[in-house]
């Protein structure tokens, strides 16, 4: 059966793809290789340890306090808890990274919100 012009562009350009397939996956390695020749050449020259890892640094607690009141997740459908969660992660996460981070409080958290965050991470018990 006859082929046409674009079936047989597109087989031609799939054969390549496949012949190229073992160049790609040793350039990929190369690529890795180097890179992980370039990490341990900075680490070897940086005595300070694993630069990857961020150094404690003094922390200034400040004074301002946030708090999220939690008490209308029952006002709202699972899609915005979810959301609402995803939020709250974030600005923990962020809070811990700050150079001055602040008070963080959670109120009136159960319901939806905490079943969700029980479900999706296990971790948030252990917060400060």
């Avoid at 020749?37 to 890892?53: A, F, V, Y």
């Avoid at 809070?95 to 009136?108: E, G």
Wanted: proline share 2%.
């Amino acid at each position: 059966e006859p082929m046409s012009k674009r079936q047989r562009k597109k087989l031609l350009k799939q054969k390549q793809w496949e012949e190229q397939k073992d160049l790609r996956r040793q350039k990929r390695k190369e690529k890795r290789q180097k890179r992980k020749l370039e990490r341990q050449s900075k680490s070897e020259t940086n005595n300070e340890g694993n630069d990857r890892k961020r150094m404690r640094r003094e922390v200034v607690p400040s004074t301002l306090r946030l708090i999220v009141d939690c008490s209308f997740d029952d006002l709202m459908v699972l899609k915005d808890v979810k959301k609402l969660h995803k939020q709250i992660q974030r600005c923990y996460a962020e809070n811990r990274k700050a150079f001055h981070p602040v008070q963080f409080y959670l109120t009136s958290h159960g319901g939806q919100l905490k079943s969700n965050m029980n479900e999706n991470d296990k971790g948030w018990v252990n917060w400060k």
